[in-house]
């Protein structure tokens, strides 16, 4: 089976590191991660070609609307906006709000639309 190119765009090292660890030992996964910030963040996205885009939703420098300048840019990745706190991990896909664990974001990465747990509607943008 194919590993399933990831990417994390991300300026926080911490959250990227943390995402790293989280997700090195999955074997069906190839995760790299981009500096939002990086002049050639858009380049570098072409390049690798992401099937699923993971988004640091707590990132204030990625502005507003990047969800659907992102999806405009990569129409066949999945985009998924993730935010960690001390109660778990939210992940936003599809117009919903998950909170939800390690396996709910992996099974939002490998494209099940409701991953396990708690579904809510979206509170404010992302």
Known sequence: MRAKRVVLLSNRSLLSAG???LLQGVDSLELSIVAAEDPEASPKLRELAPEVIILDSDDPSLGEGIITHLLGQH???RV???????KGIEVYMMHRCVETDLFGLLEAIRGRRH?????????GPI
């Open 80 to 86: 998924i906006a993730l935010k960690l706190d001390r």
């Open 75 to 77: 129409p066949k990745a």
């Open 115 to 123: 991953p396990r747990n708690k579904v809510q509607p979206l509170k």
């Open 19 to 21: 995402v790293r660890r």
